[in-house]
């Protein structure tokens, strides 16, 4: 393709570009501020079937519209990674981490020191990223 194909001009494509990224950004914009609404009205009703629950010590009720659950979800989360990893070496158990790898880690072990990983693919692709003027 030449620099001018009729009204497929890379300068035109650029234009289209950046509309088309500035509208996606705009119609994300709205969607979370109508989401957080909503998402606030929902946990301001969750609140009170909770206390519901507490109130009269059930762990669900059924209702003409549907039924309610109370159950308990733990978290967990490290706030000292120097002391989780320490541990999982000492007890040998890296099946407390999720399975993922970082990215920067290993990009910096097989670009800046060539070495390779064993089980790691290796996927490039190109792609576009447009600035505006």
């Not at 509208?23 to 979370?32: G, N, Y």
């Not at 998402?39 to 519901?52: A, H, N």
Request: proline share 2%; charged share 35%; with cysteine.
């Amino acid at each position: 393709m030449g620099k001018e194909d009729g009204d497929l001009s890379l300068d035109r494509l650029t234009e289209v570009y950046i509309k088309i990224r500035d509208a996606r950004a705009e119609l994300k914009r709205k969607f979370d501020a109508e989401d957080a609404e909503l998402r606030e009205t929902q946990d301001g009703i969750s609140r009170k079937l909770l206390d519901y629950c507490s109130e009269t010590g059930v762990e669900s009720a059924r209702t003409e519209h549907g039924t309610f659950f109370r159950k308990m979800r733990t978290r967990y989360w490290a706030t000292d990674w120097g002391a989780v990893h320490a541990f999982i070496m000492e007890k040998g158990m890296p099946e407390l981490l999720e399975k993922r790898i970082s990215q920067g880690t290993i990009a910096q072990l097989v670009n800046e020191e060539g070495i390779e990983v064993p089980g790691v693919n290796v996927d490039n692709e190109y792609v576009i990223t447009v600035r505006r003027k």
